[in-house]
């Protein structure tokens, strides 16, 4: 029962009892009319947490792993939110991972809500067989072949109106039962559209993650939440902005998700596709409650077969992001290098860094790195001519400029002062 100082335990205030009276009255009331039923926190004690952390020295920690390679590795309970824009392979990422542990260390959980049973399947048969999803349902691949990759008796699937917290239940106490001293890992896609009581949407993936992670830590269990992005956070990753740490909070509805991950990944941006069908993806590891995190992992995806590969080793966020910011300005500037000289052939007078930049619409940055470029180059038509305008050379057209009797700078006394 929940009680506030309101109007009529004022009185008691006033006859002199104060509010620490108020507040006693209102706690007998409670406990009288709730008698035994009041929940009380629970209170520990730090001595007594050395038994508690020895109880669970041995409990496994469970590895997501993508052939030989080690992603990350989770303590029993702990809960992995993965995340990624619309289409960008997390089904097929997760079940890379669901493969490996059935294969070779144990049970496997699936709540399929998305897919029905026999699209996961396919999915994963086309993975393994190098085919692609509508080959594999069509029945292009060879029995004996969809046989041989689906020979995993330690993977349950619940899909569709089954893949609810009910059913999650009876699949760890049948996984449990059958295979008692083997690590379960449980698969959840995705945590947004199982049922609650709750209506409000937050107060709705609040419970279901509450109700996750009480069934993980319950049995001992390893859970791979999918979770939705928001639109922005998918913006983001899409473009590379989001990496490392900054993907963290990516998911929709995600401050509940992201309190209860003990580890997060989020796909990132891709590249073009190249001749066999694949793609270099950011594979990040935001949150790493245990294991440490804002990391990137080189990636590459099939979309055709669903594949994912690790192709090389994890590196810092931050050294990534620079990277590839440099590679970016590094492009803007020579797609500019190229525009420049004609602008400049084109220009009846000289044009200052500001002129370009306006009329290339173009970043401060990249017009200077650019005229830097154009500047080292001997066979370039761009010239600096002074005098010096607003504390900057101007820019002309080599051929305009001695037309003009312009006074051309030589290349070693100017600068990209743009």
């Known amino acids: ?26 706690e007998s009331e409670a406990q009288n009319e709730n008698d035994g039923a009041i929940e009380r926190a629970k209170i520990q004690r730090c001595p007594d947490l050395v038994e508690a952390i020895l109880s669970r020295a041995k409990d496994p920690w469970i590895a997501l792993r993508l ?39 144990g049970p496997v959980v699936v709540l399929s809500r998305e897919l029905p049973a026999d699209e996961f399947a396919a999915r994963v048969i086309g993975m393994q067989c190098d085919a692609s999803w509508p080959d594999v349902l069509m029945g292009k691949v060879m029995r004996s072949e969809m046989e041989r990759v689906l020979a995993l008796p330690r993977m349950l699937i619940l899909d569709r109106r089954s893949a609810n917290l009910s059913g999650l239940t009876s699949a760890l106490t049948l996984a449990k ?8 890992l449980v698969a959840i896609d995705y945590v947004q559209i199982l049922e609650s009581a709750e209506k409000d949407a937050r107060a709705k993936v609040a419970d279901v993650i509450a109700q996750i992670d009480d069934l993980t830590r319950a049995y001992g269990a390893v859970t791979i939440a999918i979770s939705q ?76 077969s669903g594949k994912w590969r690790i ?23 020579r797609v500019l290098a190229l525009a420049i000289p004609g602008v400049l052939d084109a220009s009846p007078a000289p044009m200052s ?20 470029t154009l500047l080292e180059d001997p066979a370039s038509s761009v010239v600096q001519v002074g005098p010096r305008k607003g504390g900057a050379w101007q820019w002309w057209g080599r051929t305009k400029a001695e037309a003009a009797r312009a006074h051309i700078v030589p290349r070693e006394i100017g600068g990209c002062d743009a």
Not at 1 to 22: D, F, H, I, Q, S
Not at 353 to 372: F, P, Q
């Open 353 to 372: 860094g500001r002129d370009l930049r306006s009329e290339l619409g173009a970043k401060d940055a990249h017009v200077r790195l650019a005229l830097k």
């Open 67 to 105: 052939a030989d390679v080690e992603i990350v590795s989770v303590r029993a309970g702990g809960i992995v939110v993965a995340m990624g824009p619309t289409g960008a392979g997390k089904t097929s990422l997760i079940a890379g991972f669901l493969v490996e542990h059935a294969r070779w260390h």
């Open 311 to 333: 192709t090389g080793e994890a590196r810092p966020a931050a050294d990534v992001k620079a990277e590839k910011k440099t590679a970016r300005d590094d492009t803007a500037a």
């Open 177 to 184: 039962a059958e295979h008692p001293d083997e690590p379960i």
């Open 229 to 304: 992005m928001s639109r922005a956070a998918s913006r983001a990753a899409r473009n590379g902005e989001a990496m490392g740490v900054d993907s963290t909070d990516g998911g929709a509805e995600s401050a509940a998700i992201e309190r209860a991950a003990t580890v997060t990944l989020s796909i990132g941006a891709s590249g073009p596709e190249r001749e066999d069908g694949t793609r270099a993806v950011d594979l990040s590891i935001g949150k790493g409650r245990m294991t440490g995190g804002d990391r990137v992992f080189p990636a590459s995806y099939c979309g055709r």
């Open 1 to 26: 029962m929940a009680y506030r100082l309101e109007a009529e335990p004022m009185t008691a205030a006033r006859k002199g009892g104060g509010y620490v009276a108020v507040a006693q009255e209102i």
